[in-house]
């Protein structure tokens, strides 16, 4: 399908491409909160750009088009590692690491400066982003996945940045359609809370019993 690339990599060609590029994304998240943050002379935001240019330049000589996807190997393992929420090689993303525990899905994850709303607060656009990802990622994880169809959020209060959880769980399936909810957690106090339905695309269900490895299963 559009977009998923099929890789015939072993679990150690992976796991070193992972030790390679997450620092690398690590690095520039930094860099991103630094921009946000800096107050040093203006001399040294100059030298800083010209710094950050070759960067861009010498990451540009080699470089896929387009998008990273969805990477799948032959075992099923997908990597999405290009996505704006988890991806491992997206310094955009949190990142958030999404785990499992029953019927729960969540991320512990420290919001930075760079994805601030109002003053001292989290994005209202970044909240929906990770409880998109996050009550996505348990449709997934009750192997029912789904598009976000409709995601409805209600902001109780505000999300200050910093340390907090993000989790879902799925309520029920009536026929292609997840309905997802979950909440944003600051202190054991509920900040945010979110409904989703996901729904199995009909370009997917049009693959029949046997759609290819891979296309339904969690990322990573
Ligand atoms: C492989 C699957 C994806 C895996 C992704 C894993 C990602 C992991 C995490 C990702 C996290 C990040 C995730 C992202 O960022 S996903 C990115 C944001 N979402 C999108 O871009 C989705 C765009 N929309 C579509 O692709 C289609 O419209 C979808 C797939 C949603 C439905 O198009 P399809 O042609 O399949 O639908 P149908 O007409 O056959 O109707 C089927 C049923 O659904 C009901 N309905 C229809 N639309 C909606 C709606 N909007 N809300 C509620 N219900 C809706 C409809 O009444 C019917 O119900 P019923 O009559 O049967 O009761």
């Not at 909240?127 to 449709?139: R, T, Y």
């Not at 909810?181 to 019993?209: C, N």
Request: cysteine-free; hydrophobic content about 45%.
């Amino acid at each position: 399908m559009f977009g998923h690339v099929m890789e015939d990599l072993t679990p150690e060609e992976i796991a070193a491409a992972s030790q390679l590029y997450a620092p690398l994304a690590d690095r520039v998240r930094e860099l991103v909160a630094a921009t946000v943050l800096t107050e040093v002379p203006a001399p040294d935001v100059a030298k800083a750009i010209q710094l950050i240019e070759e960067a861009t330049a010498l990451l540009g000589t080699k470089a896929v088009e387009g998008s990273f996807g969805v990477r799948w190997t032959p075992d099923g393992k997908r990597r999405t590692w290009g996505n704006a929420i988890v991806g491992l090689r997206n310094p955009i993303a949190p990142p958030l690491d999404i785990r499992q525990r029953g019927d729960l899905t969540y991320a512990d994850v420290v919001i930075g400066p760079q994805y601030e709303g109002p003053p001292t607060l989290v994005h209202g656009g970044i909240i929906a982003a990770m409880l998109d990802q996050v009550l996505g990622d348990a449709a997934v994880n009750a192997g029912v996945p789904g598009m976000t169809g409709t995601l409805r959020i209600r902001y109780n209060r505000g999300t200050p940045l910093g340390p907090i959880r993000v989790q879902s769980a799925v309520d029920r399936v009536e026929g292609v359609k997840t309905f997802v909810s979950g909440q944003v957690i600051v202190d054991d106090a509920v900040t945010v809370e979110a409904e989703g339905i996901f729904i199995l695309p009909k370009a997917v269900r049009d693959l029949g019993d046997n759609p290819p490895p891979g296309i339904l299963a969690p990322g990573d």
